[in-house]
C-alpha cells in the first residue's frame, strides 16, 4: 500500500490516470482537462507515471508533431479500482467540505 499511495497519492496523479482511461490524449488536451496543474507539472507527473510503467508517450507524425499519452495495461488495470475509490468518496466524502458525515461515524 505505500508503494501504492506513493505514486497514486501524489496531487495530480489520480486525475491524470483518469483523463487517460477514456483513452489516448493529447499534452495540450490533457493539461485543458485538469484546470489548475501547471504545464511543469503535468510533464513531471507523466515522467513518473511512464517511469512507473503506467503510461506510454507516444509522438504523432506531423505535421504538426504532437505527444500523446496512453495508458499501458497496468494503467488501464486501475479502473476498477479508482471506479471503487470514486464511489466510495461519493458515500463518505461527499459532504460540505469533504467529511464524513456523522452517522458513518460509529
Known sequence: MTRVFGL????????IVSVLMQGPVHFADLRRAIPGIS???LSDRLTELGTA?????QVDEGPPLR????L???GSALEP??????AWAEKYLAAEGGTC??????
Open 8 to 15: 497514486l497519492g501524489k496531487r495530480w496523479t489520480g486525475l
Open 39 to 41: 504545464e511543469r507539472m
Open 53 to 57: 510503467g503506467l503510461v506510454v508517450r
Open 67 to 70: 505527444v500523446s499519452y496512453r
Open 72 to 74: 499501458t495495461t497496468a
Open 81 to 86: 479500482s479508482l471506479s471503487e475509490l470514486g
Open 101 to 106: 458525515p456523522k452517522e458513518f461515524r460509529t
